[in-house]
């Protein structure tokens, strides 16, 4: 019996004849590349560089393929409410929100779901965006998340690409199976979030009861200057409740704004939700060593070694009066940072920091931060200026640049951010593939292994078999396969049950592949 490295090995093998008389990648200028999925950073670790423009032509095109509904997490739902401090974090961070025990700051929240149209079922096996905007006295604080802790990608290069995978089929315009498991199959750090997705924690009951995470890694900064990183969780008080994949499925045929309606029902009748914000720590120093890389979004830091932190308490207590004045032109991002947060070398993190300004100012216009929902309460003093939609007086008869004489703008000098030591002065685009940081399987085989109960094992290996059994076409088998290895490399029970699923002899498609090689 071949090992399964040797089957996966027979596999890339056999689809080298595919390779030959192919066109040329090329940007839309004609200029041929070849890094199309590793961004240009300072070391392989480090920030990535404003002059890799592959990444910005790739992004900045796929904030524009659609109007005027938002690229990805086009329906939604949401709500104000406020947080309140219930910990002391002060040692960790001086942003001011978290400044004493007791503490409130008014919030926005959008759910959503994140492949599917804005006519699309509350109900779709996706992953659930959480996005909250913090109306802070040092400026809004955008957390921009999802329900899952882990993404499918961490280089933002990939990003288009892997959401027209979710899209519809640009040949039959129709959602395809055959599309998604052969991104992730060639994928293979998607591998975590895969099977996330694939339990039911891919299709929760409600908004009211699902966890919402930051996902990525960012930084605290404290009075000192002392830095740390943080992930952000935040624990539904309502307690997880999913649906199974039958229930929401009738559920798509029943009431399509299911998530949406129960929201908006349980605030008006006072039910408020509510979230438990915990967050983990790490230092730089436990950075350096961890033996994976804390920034990569595909991966958890485990809570035996990075422990939860209570925080505070987040409630939605107030339905928006009109949904598109509040909700569809909510415009999160998360470079709107506040003093005492900060960034963190994540890939996708850094990726997102231009992407979605750049979605906003596209969608909703230059001006999209004087929108009511979007518009921080307090006091905003700069030199922007002109621009569709200019509706806070345009500065009046101010000036309009920096340094001038008549002005009394200045600059505090106590937001001074701390520098940042990077690791390496060698920029290139690191394969973050590579040996060292290829491990995609430990922490998804931990989670059917370890964490998942043997109803909850089923269930997935129940979803996965019916979510791969609509693969289709020529390369069917192949992709199967592929998956397969992945599956059997996370574990061997779950890939020997997904493929006695799928109805796959193993030792029949073994020698087959061996022909192939």
């Not at 086009?74 to 104000?80: E, I, L, Q, R, V």
């Not at 974090?89 to 929100?97: E, F, G, P, Q």
């Not at 006091?379 to 640049?401: E, F, H, I, K």
Request: neutral net charge; contains cysteine.
């Amino acid at each position: 019996m071949m090992q399964i490295d040797e089957i996966c090995k027979s596999i890339q093998q056999s689809n080298s004849p595919f390779m030959e008389n192919k066109k040329k990648l090329t940007t839309a200028s004609g200029r041929p590349y070849a890094e199309n999925e590793n961004t240009m950073t300072v070391g392989p670790r480090g920030p990535i560089l404003l002059q890799d423009y592959i990444l910005h032509e790739k992004m900045a095109h796929f904030n524009r393929e659609r109007i005027p509904e938002r690229v990805v997490h086009a329906k939604g739902s949401g709500a104000y409410g406020t947080f309140t401090v219930t910990h002391d974090i002060s040692k960790y961070t001086r942003a001011k929100m978290f400044s004493n025990i007791g503490k409130q700051t008014k919030m926005f929240l959008r759910f959503s779901t994140v492949g599917g149209e804005k006519g699309s079922a509350d109900t779709e096996r996706d992953p659930r965006g959480f996005a909250m905007k913090f109306y802070t006295e040092d400026g809004n604080w955008d957390l921009v998340g999802n329900n899952t802790p882990v993404f499918f990608i961490k280089d933002p290069k990939k990003f288009g690409d892997f959401i027209h995978t979710q899209k519809r089929d640009p040949h039959t315009n129709c959602k395809s199976p055959t599309m998604m498991w052969d991104f992730w199959s060639l994928n293979p750090e998607s591998l975590h979030q895969v099977m996330i997705l694939m339990s039911d924690r891919g299709t929760p009951f409600s908004y009211r009861h699902m966890h919402g995470f930051g996902s990525h890694t960012f930084s605290l900064v404290n009075a000192k200057n002392e830095v740390v990183y943080v992930k952000f969780h935040f624990k539904t008080a309502q307690g997880i409740k999913n649906f199974d994949n039958a229930s929401a499925t009738e559920m798509k045929g029943n009431d399509a704004d299911w998530a949406q309606r129960d929201l908006v029902e349980a605030i008006q009748k006072g039910d408020f939700p509510k979230w438990n914000l915990r967050i983990q720590v790490m230092t730089p120093e436990q950075a350096k060593t961890f033996r994976w890389n804390p920034f990569d979004l595909t991966k958890v830091w485990p809570h035996g070694e990075f422990p939860l932190i209570d925080v505070g308490t987040l409630e939605l207590n107030e339905n928006p009066d009109n949904y598109f004045a509040h909700v569809e032109q909510a415009a999160f991002a998360p470079a709107h940072i506040v003093d005492g947060i900060g960034y963190s070398p994540d890939k996708m993190l850094q990726g997102r920091l231009l992407s979605y300004p750049d979605a906003h100012r596209y969608r909703l216009g230059g001006n999209y931060e004087q929108i009511p929902v979007n518009k921080c309460p307090y006091l905003v003093a700069n030199y922007q200026r002109d621009g569709l939609m200019a509706v806070n007086g345009n500065g009046g008869s101010a000036p309009n640049y920096f340094p001038n004489s008549f002005d009394d703008i200045v600059v505090d000098e106590s937001y001074k951010e701390p520098a940042e030591q990077l690791e390496s002065s060698i920029a290139d685009w690191y394969d973050r593939n590579a040996p060292g940081e290829n491990d995609h399987y430990t922490q998804p085989g931990a989670l059917f292994n370890k964490v998942m109960t043997e109803a909850e094992k089923q269930a997935t290996v129940s979803n996965i078999v019916g979510a791969m059994s609509g693969i289709s076409g020529p390369k069917r088998d192949l992709i199967i396969n592929r998956q397969l290895c992945h599956f059997f490399r996370a574990s061997i029970d779950l890939g020997t049950r997904v493929a006695q699923g799928l109805g796959v002899d193993i030792n029949a498609a073994q020698e087959h592949m061996a022909t192939m090689a």
